[in-house]
């Protein structure tokens, strides 16, 4: 037994991981966006198949803005990419990169819920709100919960942002850009399926 | 998060009240937590079905104590004290709370409605849940996979605080205009989602509320319970040397976080048709109803299952302690757990035979819903293995966790009937359902929490619980329980249907009500015997028989840690050796051989190193 005195608390904890805890958990933290997610995309999906037209017809006049939604995808792609630029760079240990390619991604972040903001503000205007049936419902629900999400992860760059201009990364210490940009990802890539579902078809 | 833990690791500093008690880091001290709001709600859950099964045993006769006596009833005469304060309370104008819920002590309808409700609701989400996954997933999980605390520790804390606030919220609901939520505690829409269809206006808001924020507590638990699991396990401790609890747990907490958010999803969904005149649920803006039923139990299912794997997986350490013999099929076991977690993402139809939904699903449903049969029956036939020919020890955690076995049969055998689309026309909505779910949760997860709470009470305290205040306890609740809730089989049959509040209405129920009345005496009786439990919890904290290292000669890392367990659980981390269950070892010097210790050789022996052992 004395033989295993030695196996001391850093040993056990820390080594042998193949991933590290902040990781893991953020990974973690997806698997319940995804559910919560498909609760809402569920319920997209059995008004929209459920129904004989769609837009039901007495909203068939509503317009959504396909155009400038369809830019604003691309704006937020674009915004994944930066991200991504981030991340190599801090792996490369280039700090000013890092802060360039952050800010870079935020900018493009409020972009994107700026247009989305003015477009909804376009729609009220003509009418279409959320007791628009449930059409209105199912729109303004779905598409809202993906923007409430943008704002959170444009929140939390804020704060890796305000760290990575504090030099508070490196190298062998990036975890923080690293959590952040797995969720950035995740709000990312859920959206072009959003605008297919909600959008195009 | 981790600097925490180390820091306090390393100088071992007086921690003041605040910090220690109430805004703890420590897992164990978490775990307390829990265990406390859990056993205080198990009150309030259980009082609250009292007062439903008086209604139910003598409609629209006032209460006990608070309510009017029979003279005043029927001619005015004021006889009791009570009866004084319900005349003071009718000469005031102002409308008391009491007054409007129950009139001269009678109870309502609609606060009926209320209470079936709540009770529902505080035994799933406030009793149950935060007992088994929040009090004994805390306590356990590093203990039993030997690491000093859980992986976020300030998270662990908000955990239980939000289930603070969600409990407070869902409380709150019994004071707001209009009354708590009564659409039942699966809030079947349109009857949850409209106020003027229950007449119940912010009590339903804030039970969207709570259980969102209940939503967020498991959220940060499950990650937490997963993220430890996986990377913190201590040298040694292969996934299949895992205890079988700690398999429930992470099976559970897997479960937990990707059900919950559906369900968060779907109350936020009520909340937008409550509040902001959305139309999902109501037909009249091209909204679904039974959208509702289906995103409830594709969440629900999944939840019963989390509120009897932990206790299948508590029952799993204790049947062997006390048996000493190996558990029978360990691997077996955790494929069961795994069959069942993803079977019960595919079952959840069968609450909805009745529905109006397509009766080819409805067969489908119910394929699915026999197919999860099997796996619970390994489990179960594996119990009876350990049980086989072994010298068993009757000691209070075991006694509960056989009721655990017995009882838990007796459920599923109801199940099964149920899972037959063409019988559950019959029984749906009846009391046979109501008999079920209790066989079950009551029978199974609160047995398996009661022999928990006996069994690792010594680690928790480092006092033992009294062990013939604990027996007296266990069979005045196992026979009560089986008087409560044996005979709504019969009810159930006899075609009595759940959630009403006045059978006596009921021509065709009139002959069966000497059962309610039977019922509700039991009920009372295994109401007062829960007192036993909480005064033999709260007294041994303090009195009880201070307890050894190892006092039941188990196996298990938590055995290992020292008594009472010290701020990082362990002097050093341990080494394991091999599997949780090595009991009566031929050849071993003593009948258990624990996880630290090599196997068949000599407590001070060369370790063996880890990986060379079978497991
Ligand atoms: C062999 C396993 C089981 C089978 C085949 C089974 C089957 C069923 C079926 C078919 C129903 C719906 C009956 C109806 O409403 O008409 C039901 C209801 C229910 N079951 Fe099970 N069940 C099983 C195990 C469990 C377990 C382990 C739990 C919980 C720990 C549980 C908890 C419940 C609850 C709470 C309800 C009632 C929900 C409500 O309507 O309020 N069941 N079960
Ligand atoms: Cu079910």
Sequence with gaps: ?201 | MNDHAHESHDHHHEESFVRKYLFSLDHKMIGKQFLIFGLVMFMVGGGLALLFRWQLAWPDKPLPIIGVSKEYMEEGEVTTAADRKWEERFDDDKETWIEVNMPSGVIDPAFYNSLFTMHATIMVFFVVVPLLVGAFGNFLIPLMIGTRDMAFPVLNMLSFWFNMLGGIIMMAGFFVPGGHAAAGWTGYAPLSSVPELSGVDWGQNLWCISLIVMGISSLMGSINYITTIINMRAPGMTWFRLPLAIWALFIVAILLLLAFPVVASALALILFDRMAGTSFFLAEGGGDSLLWQHLFWFFAHPEVYILILPGMGMASEMLPVFARKPIFGYKSMVFAMIAIAFLSWIVWGHHMFQSGMNPALGAAFMTTTMLIAVPSAIKTFNWLGTLHRASIRFTVPMLNTLAFVSMFVIGGLSGIYMANSPVDIYIHDTYYIVAHIHYVVFGGSVFAIFGGIFYWFPKMFGRHMNATLGKIHFWISFLAFNGVFFPMHILGVGGHMRRIANPMQYEFLQHMQWINVFITVCAFILGVAQFLLLFNVFWSIFRGKVAEQNPWQATTLEWYAPTPVPHGNFGAIPQVYHGPYEYSVPGADKDWTPQTEPNGESPHGEPIPAGATAD
């Excluded at chain 1, 995804?34 to 059995?46: R, S, W």
């Excluded at chain 1, 247009?115 to 007791?131: A, D, I, K, M, Y």
């Excluded at chain 1, 999400?149 to 704060?159: K, Y």
């Design chain 1, 1 to 201: 037994m004395d033989e295993l005195e030695h196996t001391s608390y850093e040993s056990v904890e820390e080594e042998n991981r193949p991933i590290s805890n902040a990781r893991l958990a953020v990974l973690v933290l997806l698997g319940a966006e995804i559910m919560f997610f498909a609760g809402l995309i569920g319920t997209f999906l059995v008004f929209r198949f459920g129904s004989v037209t769609w837009p039901p017809p007495s909203q068939a006049d509503v317009r959504l803005p396909i155009g400038v939604t369809g830019l604003n995808t691309i704006v937020l792609l674009l915004s994944g990419y930066t991200m991504f630029q981030g991340l190599r760079a801090i792996r490369q240990d280039r700090q000013k990169e890092l802060k360039n390619w952050l800010f870079a991604t935020g900018l493009l972040g409020v972009i994107f819920l700026v247009v989305q903001g003015s477009e909804w503000v376009r729609l009220v205007h003509h009418g279409f709100t959320l007791s628009s049936g449930v059409y209105g419902s199912v729109f303004y629900v779905l598409i809202g919960c993906h923007a409430l999400h943008v704002l959170v992860a444009v929140l939390w760059l804020l704060a890796v942002f305000a760290r990575a201009i504090a030099g508070r990364f490196s190298v062998d210490h990036y975890v923080g850009v690293e959590v952040c940009a797995i969720y950035w990802a995740f709000v990312v890539v859920l959206w072009p399926l959003l605008y297919i579902l909600v959008y195009l078809i």
